[in-house]
Protein backbone atom coordinates (compact mmCIF):
# COMPACT_ATOMS: atom_id res chain seq x y z
CA UNK A 1 0.00 0.00 0.00
CA UNK A 2 1.31 3.27 -1.04
CA UNK A 3 0.10 6.02 0.95
CA UNK A 4 -0.02 9.82 -0.13
CA UNK A 5 0.31 12.46 2.33
CA UNK A 6 -1.51 15.76 0.40
CA UNK A 7 -0.39 18.64 2.02
CA UNK A 8 -2.10 21.08 -0.56
CA UNK A 9 0.92 21.47 -2.60
CA UNK A 10 0.68 21.23 -6.44
CA UNK A 11 3.74 18.46 -6.26
CA UNK A 12 1.73 16.62 -3.51
CA UNK A 13 -0.99 16.07 -6.10
CA UNK A 14 1.02 15.38 -9.10
CA UNK A 15 2.50 12.55 -6.63
CA UNK A 16 -1.09 11.19 -5.90
CA UNK A 17 -2.38 11.58 -9.83
CA UNK A 18 1.03 9.48 -10.93
CA UNK A 19 0.38 6.90 -8.07
CA UNK A 20 -3.21 6.60 -8.95
CA UNK A 21 -2.54 6.15 -12.83
CA UNK A 22 -0.30 3.48 -11.84
CA UNK A 23 -2.67 1.79 -9.50
CA UNK A 24 -5.44 1.89 -12.13
CA UNK A 25 -2.95 0.07 -14.45
CA UNK A 26 -2.18 -2.99 -12.01
CA UNK A 27 0.48 -1.39 -9.50
CA UNK A 28 0.59 -0.42 -5.82
CA UNK A 29 -2.93 0.29 -4.24
CA UNK A 30 -2.97 4.18 -3.05
CA UNK A 31 -4.52 5.56 0.48
CA UNK A 32 -4.80 9.36 0.16
CA UNK A 33 -4.53 11.51 3.22
CA UNK A 34 -5.18 15.14 4.49
CA UNK A 35 -2.06 15.91 5.70
CA UNK A 36 -3.86 18.91 7.69
CA UNK A 37 -6.03 16.77 9.20
CA UNK A 38 -5.75 15.55 12.12
CA UNK A 39 -7.30 12.50 12.26
CA UNK A 40 -5.23 11.23 9.02
CA UNK A 41 -2.81 9.57 11.95
CA UNK A 42 -6.05 7.84 13.16
CA UNK A 43 -7.34 6.90 9.64
CA UNK A 44 -4.24 5.75 8.56
CA UNK A 45 -3.95 3.28 11.86
CA UNK A 46 -7.31 2.20 10.94
CA UNK A 47 -6.33 1.11 7.42
CA UNK A 48 -3.44 -0.85 8.82
CA UNK A 49 -0.73 -0.61 5.58
CA UNK A 50 1.16 -3.08 7.01
CA UNK A 51 -1.63 -5.90 6.17
CA UNK A 52 -2.06 -7.70 3.41
CA UNK A 53 -4.34 -5.15 0.83
CA UNK A 54 -7.73 -7.02 -0.54
CA UNK A 55 -7.62 -8.17 -4.20
CA UNK A 56 -7.75 -6.28 -6.94
CA UNK A 57 -7.52 -3.19 -4.85
CA UNK A 58 -6.45 0.10 -6.56
CA UNK A 59 -7.52 2.96 -4.25
CA UNK A 60 -8.71 2.95 -0.66
CA UNK A 61 -10.73 6.21 0.16
CA UNK A 62 -10.63 6.57 4.12
CA UNK A 63 -13.23 8.52 6.06
CA UNK A 64 -15.00 8.69 9.16
CA UNK A 65 -18.36 9.70 7.62
CA UNK A 66 -20.73 10.93 9.89
CA UNK A 67 -20.48 8.24 12.59
CA UNK A 68 -16.99 9.12 13.04
CA UNK A 69 -16.06 5.55 12.74
CA UNK A 70 -13.17 4.92 10.97
CA UNK A 71 -14.59 3.56 7.55
CA UNK A 72 -11.73 2.80 4.07
CA UNK A 73 -13.99 2.13 0.47
CA UNK A 74 -12.27 -0.45 -1.79
CA UNK A 75 -12.24 0.81 -5.48
CA UNK A 76 -10.71 -1.34 -7.97
CA UNK A 77 -9.25 -0.56 -11.34
CA UNK A 78 -12.53 -1.15 -13.57
CA UNK A 79 -15.00 0.86 -10.89
CA UNK A 80 -12.59 3.87 -11.37
CA UNK A 81 -12.65 3.63 -14.89
CA UNK A 82 -16.27 2.98 -15.50
CA UNK A 83 -17.29 5.81 -13.19
CA UNK A 84 -15.00 7.91 -15.37
CA UNK A 85 -15.67 6.41 -18.46
CA UNK A 86 -19.34 6.97 -18.07
CA UNK A 87 -19.20 10.23 -16.83
CA UNK A 88 -17.31 11.79 -20.08
CA UNK A 89 -19.86 9.51 -21.94
CA UNK A 90 -22.58 11.94 -19.86
CA UNK A 91 -20.74 15.33 -20.10
CA UNK A 92 -20.05 15.15 -23.99
CA UNK A 93 -16.67 13.33 -24.51
CA UNK A 94 -13.46 13.69 -22.68
CA UNK A 95 -11.47 16.68 -21.97
CA UNK A 96 -9.76 18.70 -19.79
CA UNK A 97 -10.21 18.88 -16.41
CA UNK A 98 -9.49 21.57 -12.97
CA UNK A 99 -8.87 19.50 -9.59
CA UNK A 100 -11.03 21.95 -7.53
CA UNK A 101 -12.11 20.01 -4.36
CA UNK A 102 -9.37 17.57 -1.75
CA UNK A 103 -8.03 14.45 -3.99
CA UNK A 104 -8.51 12.53 -0.86
CA UNK A 105 -11.91 12.23 -1.27
CA UNK A 106 -13.59 10.32 -4.30
CA UNK A 107 -14.82 13.58 -6.57
CA UNK A 108 -11.37 15.10 -5.93
CA UNK A 109 -9.53 11.57 -7.08
CA UNK A 110 -11.97 10.78 -9.68
CA UNK A 111 -11.09 14.05 -11.73
CA UNK A 112 -7.45 12.90 -11.44
CA UNK A 113 -8.86 9.49 -13.41
CA UNK A 114 -10.84 11.11 -15.77
CA UNK A 115 -8.41 13.34 -16.84
CA UNK A 116 -5.71 10.55 -17.24
CA UNK A 117 -7.98 8.84 -19.19
CA UNK A 118 -8.93 11.76 -21.67
CA UNK A 119 -4.64 11.90 -22.39
CA UNK A 120 -5.22 15.11 -20.41
CA UNK A 121 -3.03 16.65 -17.81
CA UNK A 122 -5.07 18.56 -15.10
CA UNK A 123 -4.85 21.62 -13.72
CA UNK A 124 -4.78 21.82 -9.58
CA UNK A 125 -6.12 24.73 -7.73
CA UNK A 126 -3.90 24.56 -4.38
CA UNK A 127 -4.20 26.20 -1.41
CA UNK A 128 -6.08 26.97 1.75
CA UNK A 129 -9.51 27.33 1.23
CA UNK A 130 -11.50 28.20 -1.83
CA UNK A 131 -10.73 31.40 -3.43
CA UNK A 132 -12.47 32.77 -6.30
CA UNK A 133 -9.50 34.64 -7.87
CA UNK A 134 -7.55 31.61 -7.36
CA UNK A 135 -9.90 29.15 -9.25
CA UNK A 136 -10.01 31.81 -12.33
CA UNK A 137 -6.39 31.47 -12.29
CA UNK A 138 -6.17 27.55 -11.78
CA UNK A 139 -8.84 27.88 -14.53
CA UNK A 140 -7.15 29.71 -17.11
CA UNK A 141 -4.68 26.57 -18.71
CA UNK A 142 -8.15 24.02 -18.90
CA UNK A 143 -9.85 27.06 -20.51
CA UNK A 144 -7.30 27.80 -23.00
CA UNK A 145 -6.93 24.32 -24.21
CA UNK A 146 -9.30 22.62 -26.80
CA UNK A 147 -11.86 20.12 -26.61
CA UNK A 148 -14.76 20.24 -23.85
CA UNK A 149 -13.54 21.96 -20.63
CA UNK A 150 -14.51 20.13 -17.33
CA UNK A 151 -14.32 20.61 -13.37
CA UNK A 152 -16.02 19.38 -10.05
CA UNK A 153 -17.32 21.50 -7.35
CA UNK A 154 -19.47 21.16 -4.28
CA UNK A 155 -22.36 23.73 -3.53
CA UNK A 156 -20.72 26.03 -1.34
CA UNK A 157 -17.75 26.35 -3.80
CA UNK A 158 -20.50 27.58 -6.83
CA UNK A 159 -22.05 29.90 -4.31
CA UNK A 160 -19.32 32.20 -3.44
CA UNK A 161 -18.53 32.11 -7.13
CA UNK A 162 -22.28 33.39 -7.47
CA UNK A 163 -21.76 36.14 -4.81
CA UNK A 164 -18.25 37.32 -5.69
CA UNK A 165 -18.41 37.20 -9.45
CA UNK A 166 -15.77 38.71 -11.29
CA UNK A 167 -13.54 36.35 -12.98
CA UNK A 168 -14.22 33.58 -10.86
CA UNK A 169 -17.41 33.95 -12.45
CA UNK A 170 -16.10 34.30 -15.68
CA UNK A 171 -14.40 31.14 -15.61
CA UNK A 172 -17.21 29.35 -14.68
CA UNK A 173 -19.45 30.19 -17.09
CA UNK A 174 -16.56 29.43 -19.36
CA UNK A 175 -16.69 25.48 -18.30
CA UNK A 176 -18.58 23.15 -20.57
CA UNK A 177 -20.09 21.19 -17.42
CA UNK A 178 -19.41 21.78 -13.81
CA UNK A 179 -20.15 18.64 -11.96
CA UNK A 180 -21.76 19.29 -8.49
CA UNK A 181 -21.58 17.26 -5.79
CA UNK A 182 -20.69 16.35 -2.03
CA UNK A 183 -24.02 18.11 -1.14
CA UNK A 184 -27.55 18.38 -2.68
CA UNK A 185 -28.68 21.06 -4.79
CA UNK A 186 -31.39 23.34 -3.76
CA UNK A 187 -33.81 24.43 -6.80
CA UNK A 188 -32.86 27.95 -5.73
CA UNK A 189 -28.94 27.43 -6.78
CA UNK A 190 -29.75 25.62 -9.95
CA UNK A 191 -32.16 29.01 -10.71
CA UNK A 192 -28.85 30.97 -9.68
CA UNK A 193 -26.87 29.21 -11.60
CA UNK A 194 -28.95 29.23 -15.00
CA UNK A 195 -29.43 32.67 -14.94
CA UNK A 196 -25.66 33.75 -14.64
CA UNK A 197 -24.99 31.13 -17.28
CA UNK A 198 -23.27 28.66 -15.32
CA UNK A 199 -23.55 25.29 -16.79
CA UNK A 200 -24.15 22.44 -14.30
CA UNK A 201 -25.03 19.31 -13.69
CA UNK A 202 -25.82 17.73 -10.45
CA UNK A 203 -24.67 14.80 -9.40
CA UNK A 204 -25.41 11.99 -6.36
CA UNK A 205 -23.40 9.16 -5.69
CA UNK A 206 -20.57 8.24 -3.09
CA UNK A 207 -16.99 6.55 -2.78
CA UNK A 208 -18.88 3.29 -2.60
CA UNK A 209 -20.03 4.17 -6.39
CA UNK A 210 -16.62 5.55 -7.43
CA UNK A 211 -18.25 8.99 -7.07
CA UNK A 212 -21.17 10.32 -8.81
CA UNK A 213 -23.12 7.79 -10.66
CA UNK A 214 -26.44 9.69 -10.99
CA UNK A 215 -26.22 12.94 -13.40
CA UNK A 216 -29.37 15.59 -12.75
CA UNK A 217 -31.16 12.59 -11.54
CA UNK A 218 -30.29 9.96 -14.00
CA UNK A 219 -27.79 7.16 -13.69
CA UNK A 220 -25.08 6.51 -15.71
CA UNK A 221 -24.36 4.17 -18.40
CA UNK A 222 -24.11 0.69 -16.71
CA UNK A 223 -25.38 1.62 -13.27
CA UNK A 224 -28.78 0.95 -12.04
CA UNK A 225 -30.57 1.92 -9.47
CA UNK A 226 -34.13 0.78 -6.93
CA UNK A 227 -35.48 1.26 -4.38
CA UNK A 228 -35.83 -1.72 -1.49
CA UNK A 229 -38.91 -1.76 0.49
CA UNK A 230 -37.85 0.55 3.08
CA UNK A 231 -37.19 3.45 0.47
CA UNK A 232 -33.69 3.16 0.69
CA UNK A 233 -32.09 3.38 -2.45
CA UNK A 234 -30.14 0.68 -3.98
CA UNK A 235 -26.98 0.84 -6.34
CA UNK A 236 -25.50 -1.74 -8.78
CA UNK A 237 -23.25 -2.08 -11.71
CA UNK A 238 -19.22 -1.95 -12.41
CA UNK A 239 -19.14 1.60 -10.64
CA UNK A 240 -19.25 -0.47 -7.45
CA UNK A 241 -16.52 -1.07 -4.32
CA UNK A 242 -15.78 -4.72 -3.63
CA UNK A 243 -16.10 -3.81 0.11
CA UNK A 244 -14.36 -2.10 3.70
CA UNK A 245 -11.11 -2.39 4.42
CA UNK A 246 -10.60 -5.15 7.17
CA UNK A 247 -14.72 -5.25 7.46
CA UNK A 248 -15.72 -8.32 6.23
CA UNK A 249 -19.29 -7.89 8.31
CA UNK A 250 -19.81 -4.31 7.29
CA UNK A 251 -18.93 -4.98 3.98
CA UNK A 252 -21.59 -8.00 3.91
CA UNK A 253 -24.40 -5.99 4.85
CA UNK A 254 -23.96 -3.63 2.72
CA UNK A 255 -22.68 -5.27 -0.54
CA UNK A 256 -25.18 -8.05 -1.64
CA UNK A 257 -25.45 -10.05 -4.64
CA UNK A 258 -24.06 -7.12 -7.07
CA UNK A 259 -25.83 -4.38 -5.05
CA UNK A 260 -24.53 -1.71 -2.73
CA UNK A 261 -27.63 -0.33 -0.02
CA UNK A 262 -27.11 3.27 0.31
CA UNK A 263 -28.21 4.92 3.76
CA UNK A 264 -30.47 7.20 1.27
CA UNK A 265 -33.92 6.95 1.44
CA UNK A 266 -35.32 7.68 -2.63
CA UNK A 267 -37.64 6.76 -4.70
CA UNK A 268 -37.97 6.20 -9.03
CA UNK A 269 -40.03 8.66 -10.89
CA UNK A 270 -42.19 7.43 -13.63
CA UNK A 271 -40.08 9.10 -16.15
CA UNK A 272 -36.75 7.07 -14.92
CA UNK A 273 -35.47 9.65 -13.09
CA UNK A 274 -33.89 9.14 -9.34
CA UNK A 275 -35.27 11.19 -7.01
CA UNK A 276 -32.97 11.21 -3.07
CA UNK A 277 -35.19 11.97 -0.32
CA UNK A 278 -32.16 12.63 2.70
CA UNK A 279 -30.49 10.16 4.51
CA UNK A 280 -32.67 7.67 5.94
CA UNK A 281 -31.20 8.39 9.37
CA UNK A 282 -32.31 12.33 9.16
CA UNK A 283 -36.01 11.29 9.31
CA UNK A 284 -37.07 13.12 12.66
CA UNK A 285 -39.61 10.71 14.66
CA UNK A 286 -41.89 13.65 16.78
CA UNK A 287 -44.87 12.78 18.78
CA UNK A 288 -45.02 9.60 16.53
CA UNK A 289 -45.22 11.43 13.28
CA UNK A 290 -42.45 10.63 11.19
CA UNK A 291 -40.96 14.09 9.56
CA UNK A 292 -38.47 14.15 6.53
CA UNK A 293 -35.33 16.35 7.19
CA UNK A 294 -34.85 17.43 3.75
CA UNK A 295 -38.61 17.63 2.90
CA UNK A 296 -38.52 21.12 5.81
CA UNK A 297 -35.26 22.05 4.52
CA UNK A 298 -36.37 22.47 0.83
CA UNK A 299 -39.80 23.95 1.98
CA UNK A 300 -37.36 26.50 4.02
CA UNK A 301 -34.80 27.08 1.07
CA UNK A 302 -37.54 27.81 -1.08
CA UNK A 303 -38.70 30.89 0.92
CA UNK A 304 -37.89 34.28 -0.02
CA UNK A 305 -34.53 35.48 1.52
CA UNK A 306 -33.37 31.86 3.06
CA UNK A 307 -30.11 30.69 1.25
CA UNK A 308 -29.62 27.50 2.88
CA UNK A 309 -31.36 25.47 5.86
CA UNK A 310 -30.32 22.46 8.04
CA UNK A 311 -33.06 20.70 10.22
CA UNK A 312 -32.12 18.23 12.89
CA UNK A 313 -34.44 16.03 15.57
CA UNK A 314 -33.26 17.04 19.15
CA UNK A 315 -34.33 14.79 21.96
CA UNK A 316 -37.79 16.20 23.67
CA UNK A 317 -39.90 14.97 26.65
CA UNK A 318 -42.90 15.95 25.26
CA UNK A 319 -42.67 15.00 21.95
CA UNK A 320 -39.46 11.86 21.54
CA UNK A 321 -37.79 14.19 19.44
CA UNK A 322 -38.19 18.10 18.29
CA UNK A 323 -37.82 19.58 14.77
CA UNK A 324 -35.76 22.61 14.95
CA UNK A 325 -33.77 24.45 12.12
CA UNK A 326 -30.67 26.60 10.99
CA UNK A 327 -31.13 28.82 8.62
CA UNK A 328 -28.81 30.89 6.57
CA UNK A 329 -30.27 33.92 5.40
CA UNK A 330 -29.68 36.34 3.01
CA UNK A 331 -31.74 39.49 4.46
CA UNK A 332 -34.11 40.04 7.11
CA UNK A 333 -36.21 37.07 7.69
CA UNK A 334 -39.03 36.32 9.85
CA UNK A 335 -38.81 33.18 11.59
CA UNK A 336 -42.70 33.09 12.17
CA UNK A 337 -43.29 33.16 8.66
CA UNK A 338 -41.08 30.34 7.66
CA UNK A 339 -42.93 28.37 10.32
CA UNK A 340 -46.12 28.83 8.77
CA UNK A 341 -44.90 28.08 5.68
CA UNK A 342 -43.44 24.62 6.73
CA UNK A 343 -46.83 24.51 8.49
CA UNK A 344 -48.66 24.97 5.04
CA UNK A 345 -46.76 22.89 3.12
CA UNK A 346 -45.97 19.82 5.64
CA UNK A 347 -48.26 20.13 8.34
CA UNK A 348 -47.97 20.69 12.29
CA UNK A 349 -45.55 18.44 13.05
CA UNK A 350 -42.97 19.45 10.65
CA UNK A 351 -43.27 22.87 11.89
CA UNK A 352 -40.06 23.68 13.85
CA UNK A 353 -39.98 24.06 17.65
CA UNK A 354 -36.91 26.35 17.43
CA UNK A 355 -35.55 28.14 14.51
CA UNK A 356 -32.38 29.94 14.76
CA UNK A 357 -30.07 31.73 12.11
CA UNK A 358 -26.93 31.95 11.49
CA UNK A 359 -23.98 33.24 8.81
CA UNK A 360 -23.23 29.96 7.37
CA UNK A 361 -23.91 26.32 7.87
CA UNK A 362 -20.94 23.80 9.59
CA UNK A 363 -19.77 21.90 7.09
CA UNK A 364 -17.32 18.49 7.31
CA UNK A 365 -15.60 16.67 4.45
CA UNK A 366 -15.78 17.67 0.59
CA UNK A 367 -18.45 19.79 1.50
CA UNK A 368 -21.41 18.09 3.47
CA UNK A 369 -23.25 20.00 6.29
CA UNK A 370 -22.21 19.23 9.26
CA UNK A 371 -25.63 17.69 11.29
CA UNK A 372 -23.83 16.95 14.16
CA UNK A 373 -22.19 20.56 14.76
CA UNK A 374 -25.73 22.07 13.81
CA UNK A 375 -27.46 19.63 17.03
CA UNK A 376 -24.48 20.76 18.99
CA UNK A 377 -25.23 24.47 18.59
CA UNK A 378 -28.66 23.47 20.13
CA UNK A 379 -27.88 22.18 22.93
CA UNK A 380 -25.17 24.39 23.73
CA UNK A 381 -25.41 25.91 27.22
Same mark, same amino acid.
Given at each position: ???????? *????????????????????????????? @???? *???????????????????????????????????????????????????????????? @??????? !????????????????????????????????????????? =?????????????????? +????????????????????? !??????????????? =??????????? =????? !???????????????? *??????? +? =????????????????????????????????????????????????????????????? +????????????????????? !????????????????????????????????????????????????????????
Amino acid at each position: MRVVWLDG *SAAAIAALAEAVAAAVEGGETVLPLNAAD @PSAQ *SLLEAMSPEQPVEPDTAVIIATSGSTGAPKGVLLSARALTASATSTHVRLGGPGSWLLAT @PAHYIGG !LQVLVRARLAGMKPAFLTGEGFRTDAFAAAAAPVLAAEGPR =YTALVPTQLVRLLDDGGA +GLAAARAFDAIVLGAAATSPK !LRTRAEEAGVRIVPA =YGMSETASGCV =YDGVP !LDGVRVEQDADERLCI *SGDVLAH +G =YRLAPELSAESFHGGWFRTSDRGRLLPDGRVEVLGRADDVINTGGVKVSAASVERVLGSCP +GVREACVVGLPDAEWGEAVVA !LVVAEQTVDANALRAAVRTELGAAATPKRLEFATELPLRGPGKVDRTAVRARFVAP
